[in-house]
């Protein structure tokens, strides 16, 4: 079994940062890829980025590219995900998510753990 606890969400003003992190308890999760995903209100969970289990390799979605930074430290189980240059459409509850293989998918389905989400709303 897997917990994945996340941390870090709040509220900000547009233009501001946040740093979200993810802890995993349980089972290893070193030789795992982790996602962050979100979903708004009324709209579907989608990913905003995901790091391969060295962290040699990363996505991101193209509405965070060049605003987000997905990190991870193995020796702690946690994976990061700084947020800057935050925009109101950017609210939404982050989710953090491990794959059960050590490179990432981009679909919600390929992720067999995920923690409980936290809200990050960014005000106009």
């Known amino acids: 079994q897997v917990q994945l606890v996340e941390s870090g969400g709040g509220l900000v003003q547009a233009g501001g940062s946040l740093r979200l992190s993810c802890t995993a308890s349980?089972?290893?999760?070193?030789?795992?890829?982790m996602g962050w995903f979100r979903q708004a209100p009324g709209k579907e969970r989608d990913i905003a980025a995901a790091?391969?289990?060295?962290?040699?390799?990363?996505y991101y979605a193209d509405s965070v590219k060049g605003r987000f930074t997905i990190s991870r430290d193995n020796a702690k189980n946690t994976v990061y995900l700084q947020m800057n240059s935050l925009k109101p459409e950017d609210t939404a509850v982050y989710y953090c998510?491990?794959?059960?293989?050590?490179?990432?998918?981009?679909?919600?389905?390929?992720?067999?753990?995920w923690g409980q989400g936290t809200q990050v709303t960014v005000s106009s």
């Open positions: 998510a491990r794959r059960p293989y050590p490179d990432y998918a981009q679909e919600p389905r390929g992720y067999d753990y």
């Open positions: 349980g089972r290893t999760f070193s030789s795992n890829a």
């Open positions: 790091i391969s289990w060295s962290g040699a390799r990363t």
